[in-house]
């Protein structure tokens, strides 16, 4: 069994900031991408930005500039920096990871909102 734990989510004002962690844990052997994804309400699941076990990263162009993924292989734990936030970054935000499958976490509820 694949777990992902992750945290970091809450509520923030317009132009600051969160930082996501996500912990993955069980039956693995190696991870080549991790990544987060988000959903807002009455809209599709969206890439948000992913990172390859080289290091290669991808973001959303509505994210660029404001967020930076990164990882810890050591701990099999991926993070996602969020500044500047805005009230359309509001969304639940899931971390994924791609192993021998694909693995998601249960989400976390961001609200950017004065």
Excluded: H
């Amino acid at each position: 069994q694949v777990q992902l734990v992750e945290s970091g989510g809450g509520l923030v004002q317009p132009g600051g900031s969160l930082r996501l962690s996500c912990a993955a844990s069980g039956n693995i052997f190696s991870i080549y991408t991790m990544g987060w994804y988000r959903q807002a309400p009455g809209k599709q699941r969206e890439l948000v930005a992913t990172t390859t076990g080289g290091g290669r990263t991808v973001y959303a162009d509505s994210v660029k500039g404001r967020f930076t993924i990164s990882r810890d292989n050591a701990k099999n734990t991926v993070y996602l920096q969020m500044s500047s936030l805005k009230p359309e970054d509001t969304a639940v935000y899931y971390c994924t990871i791609w192993a021998t499958n694909q693995y998601w976490g249960q989400g976390l509820q961001v609200t950017v909102s004065s």
